[in-house]
Structures are given as structure tokens and as C-alpha cells.
């Protein structure tokens, strides 16, 4: 464990990271564009990609329009909230970072304490929506999502433990608890399956992107993995944490009664990621390893779309409805 990083002052800000924060006046659609980038919009579509797949499961065939776009709705505006308040802490060591440096608290299109408020007023009216349209109980998952990854994630564990992106990892896992609540009213096994696979598969997915920009996290004493252990380390935790993404992919098939089609792909989309992952273990960290970590981090983001993509056609070409 490092200490935790203290707040940086604009007299620690490289010069563009200054430069960028005297952004003076910006136009009004300046602005807008900068309050959608505070909710993290590319996060926000791989977490709807989990959603709606889960809740054509829950249904055994496709649910009513309606409840998935008050669904959907209820979680995006959810997870922006959460990733405001995320933008809106780590706004000191966004400054620093190179991946980080244009977003809109740092260049100076929003100001903070408007993130701020623009975070919680989405997050209450989140919670409100999916209580009165959908039910409490995905109203109630969805907030308590928000404030573990604002609290546990953001303000305790992102900058005092190599295992923040591990545990961080609930938060981005609770769309498919939200997606069948939203149709059920209830949980079983089935989405505590699926979460655990997301659970699983946050941390290779994350740390193949940090494997290219350790540096970066290094720079602002950020304890994510491959800033502070061995590439063969890091390397290695990701190989172990593919494997159990793939079993809890077949797991799922039993649990939740998946026919062929979902069962081969997750066989065949599982053992991509494995064998992904398998290969930059066995490789020496060279001047390609940030090359081939990408890919990999690529990979994973079309694995999980791949793979609740064929789980939703699997249940729907066996209820007839596709």
C-alpha cells in the first residue's frame, strides 16, 4: 500500500495541464459537450451492453419496450452521476495524467463545484425514476452501485491499494443485479453469476490499459498494478483472472439454463480472451508489450459485448421471439 496522494496545487501542474485550466469563457455548447463528458459516456455504454442482454434472460424473451428504456435510462443517468463525482475528485491528478488532461474539470469548461451539483442532482433523479417506473429494489442497487464506487473505490481504495481496481470492480458489475430486478423484482443465482464474471473481468480488462500507461499512475503515486509490481506480475494476475472469466461464462450456462448457441460462444470467446492473455505472460516486456496489452484491452471490450450479445439472441431465438 502507498499513502494516499495529497490534493495538487496549481504550482504542481505541469504547463499544460495550466494552460488548459485558463480555458476562459467557454461557449455554451462547450459546456454541454463537457457535462456529457463528466458522465463518461463510453463507460456508460459498456455497462447498457451488460443491462439489456441480462434482462432479455430474466424475461426467458424480450421484455416490454417501456421497462427497457426505463431501465436503461434509470442506470445511464445512475453511472453518470457516480463518473461526475469520480471526474470531480480525481480532478487533481487528472491535470497530471497524460490520458486524462482534456477532460472538462481540468481544461475549465465546468467548474467543480457545478460538477458537483450536476453529479448529485442526476443521481437523485436516477434513484427517483427507476423507484417510481421500474421498482425500489433496482432503484435501490443502482444508488448503492453509485456510492461504492464514489466511496470505496474513488475516495479510499483508487489511491491506497494495488487491489482498487479488484474490489472497485462491484460497482461497474451492477447494471446486470439492476437489469434483472428490473424484470423480476427479485435476484437469483443467475445475475450473481453474471456479476461475478464482470467482477472478474474488470480487473484484466483495466490493467491491460494501465499495463500502457503505468507511468501515467505512477506519476501521481496511483497504486494500480502495473505501476507498482512486476510486468510478469501483472501479466500474470491477468492471465489467472481470464481463466475464472471464462468458467463463470460456462458456469452460467446451467445456472441460468443457456442453450448451445450461448454455451459455444462463451466456450469460443473465453478461450480467445484466455489465450490473449496466456500470450502476453509467456512474452518479455519489449517495445511492443503496450501494443499487445491494448489489444488485449480491446478484446475485452468486444468479448463482453460479443458474449451478452449472444446470450440474449440464445434466449430469444428460443422463445420464438427473434
Request: charged share 10%.
Amino acid at each position: 500500500m502507498t499513502a494516499p496522494t495529497a490534493p495538487l496545487t496549481p504550482s504542481d501542474l505541469p504547463e499544460p495541464a495550466l494552460a488548459a485550466a485558463t480555458v476562459a469563457d467557454p461557449s455554451w455548447r462547450a459546456k454541454v459537450g463537457g457535462y456529457v463528458a463528466l458522465t463518461k459516456p463510453r463507460i456508460i455504454e459498456l455497462l447498457l451492453v451488460t443491462t439489456v442482454p441480462t434482462m432479455v434472460v430474466a424475461e426467458r424473451g424480450l421484455p416490454s419496450l417501456w421497462l427497457v428504456v426505463a431501465t436503461v435510462w434509470g442506470g445511464t443517468l445512475a453511472a453518470g452521476g457516480a463518473n461526475a463525482v469520480n471526474m470531480y475528485v480525481d480532478r487533481d491528478i487528472d491535470a497530471v495524467m497524460h490520458r486524462t488532461r482534456k477532460r472538462p474539470l481540468v481544461t475549465g469548461v465546468i467548474e467543480p463545484r457545478n460538477a458537483l451539483v450536476f453529479a448529485v442532482v442526476i443521481e437523485a433523479l436516477a434513484f427517483a425514476w427507476l423507484w417510481i417506473l421500474v421498482n425500489p429494489l433496482s432503484a435501490v442497487l443502482a444508488v448503492s452501485a453509485c456510492l461504492f464506487y464514489v466511496f470505496i473505490y474513488t475516495l479510499w481504495l483508487k489511491r491506497t491499494s494495488r487491489q482498487n481496481i479488484v474490489i472497485g470492480g462491484a460497482a461497474g458489475a451492477a447494471p446486470v443485479l439492476i437489469g434483472w430486478a428490473a424484470v423480476t423484482n427479485s435476484l437469483d443465482w443467475a445475475p450473481v453469476v453474471l456479476f461475478a464474471l464482470i467482477f472478474a473481468w474488470t480487473p484484466p480488462h483495466f490493467w491491460a490499459l494501465a499495463i500502457k500507461y503505468k507511468d501515467d499512475y505512477a506519476s501521481v503515486d496511483v497504486p494500480m498494478l502495473p505501476s507498482v509490481a512486476s510486468y510478469r506480475t501483472t501479466a500474470g494476475n491477468i492471465f489467472a483472472y481470464s481463466l475464472v472469466v471464462w468458467a463463470l461464462s460456462v458456469v452460467f450456462t446451467p445456472v441460468a439454463g443457456m442453450g448451445p448457441l450461448y454455451t459455444v460462444s462463451a466456450v469460443v470467446l473465453g478461450g480467445v480472451f484466455t489465450v490473449m492473455a496466456a500470450d502476453l505472460l509467456r512474452r518479455q516486456p519489449d517495445a511492443t508489450t503496450a501494443k499487445r496489452a491494448i489489444r488485449l484491452f480491446s478484446y475485452s471490450i468486444t468479448y463482453l459485448m460479443l458474449l451478452f450479445g449472444a446470450m440474449a439472441l440464445d434466449q430469444l431465438l428460443r422463445s420464438g421471439a427473434a
